[in-house]
């Protein structure tokens, strides 16, 4: 198994320190995983964009890996803490649609950059 690094982000992308996570107000994660075997037709890499609650988003990276026919198992490339985690993630589907690689599926052949971009922006809003 490849070793796990985690950076979490606050909404802004500022980097979260692992010391002040319990002190944050907020309800999950939202986030950005690969998987080394999944690439489009240009060979760029399919991302999974996701949600959870859990405190141990690894957790989340071996349900996916459980089933069969899923070839490698999924890194965290970038971790959001998050309020409203469930509809800021359906926010962000909505707003990658247009690089959602399967429409019933939450795979993306976005650049991790036009991601952070499209993310920082989704989670800076205030949301009722």
């Known amino acids: ?11 802004t ?5 692992t010391d002040t996570l319990e002190s944050l107000p907020y309800s999950g994660y939202v986030y950005f995983l690969k998987n080394r075997a999944y690439r489009d037709d240009d060979m760029n890499h399919i991302y999974k964009i996701g949600e959870t609650g ?14 069969s026919g899923v ?10 803490l998050v309020d409203n985690h469930k509809k800021r993630e359906k926010m962000l589907h909505k707003a990658l649609k247009h690089c959602r690689y399967n429409s019933r599926r939450e795979f993306f052949s976005v650049s991790p950059e036009e991601f952070e971009k499209v993310a920082i922006e989704i989670f800076s809003k205030d949301i009722p």
């Open 13 to 17: 992308g500022k980097t979260i320190d």
């Open 54 to 67: 859990r405190e141990d988003v690894q957790i989340r990276c071996k349900e996916l890996y459980t089933p």
């Open 71 to 80: 070839p490698a198992e999924f890194t965290v490339v970038k971790l959001y």
């Open 1 to 11: 198994m490849s070793e796990y690094h985690t950076h979490y982000f606050d909404v």
